[in-house]
């Protein structure tokens, strides 16, 4: 108890806040059992995360973006199209070196809603997936407060797949990796 409080006293007196703005290409590695054969298209969207730091090594990170839209098919042939919103919480640890070089590693949580799930021929997913998420980025200090960042997450995304009568078709795992590149604003 004196080591938590400990730390967020130190905490207080490190307190930094930072905002990052990214590019991402998100790369789904579909697969689905018994049905083979499943694909989720690549997709390049915008994303943004809050960072909270505790000390200048320990902080938390909040993952947000806006829903993204997957085509998904069937050894080619189009199944249609799904909506998600894939937020993640992941704990980071950074490790400055010197001034202008902060890398960092990271592990949480990603909770996936299922926006938009109705596939062609009455398919349906599941509405959402609890699953873990990685993570290892740098930020590169450019000037003042401002960063260049450059990001890479692992996200492990589940669901099942039912028909019309919502009995089970099959278990389709999405499980993106996620490459970003972009800029963040620290708050000191």
């Not at 070196?97 to 599941?126: C, M, Q, S």
């Amino acid at each position: 108890m004196l080591a938590l409080a400990g730390l967020v006293i130190s905490g207080a007196a490190q307190a930094e806040a930072m905002v990052r703005v990214r590019a991402i290409d998100i790369l789904p590695d579909a697969k689905s059992s018994p049905v083979t054969g499943v694909d989720v298209s690549n997709k390049i969207a915008p994303d943004v995360d809050l960072n909270w730091f505790f000390t200048k090594n320990l902080a938390v990170e909040l993952l947000l973006s806006i829903p993204q839209e997957h085509k998904v098919t069937l050894n080619g042939a189009s199944l249609g199209k799904v909506s998600h919103l894939p937020p993640a919480l992941l704990l980071q640890y950074h490790y400055p070196v010197g001034e202008t070089f902060r890398p960092y590693v990271g592990a949480g949580l990603n909770y996936t809603l299922f926006t938009d799930r109705k596939l062609d021929g009455g398919l349906k997913l599941e509405t959402g997936s609890f699953g873990p998420a990685i993570q290892a980025g740098m930020d590169v200090a450019l000037q003042g407060n401002w960063y260049f960042n450059v990001d890479v997450k692992k996200i492990w995304i589940d669901s099942d797949v039912t028909d019309g009568t919502g009995a089970f078709v099959t278990h389709v795992e999405i499980n993106p990796l996620i490459v970003g590149a972009g800029i963040g604003y620290a708050f000191r």
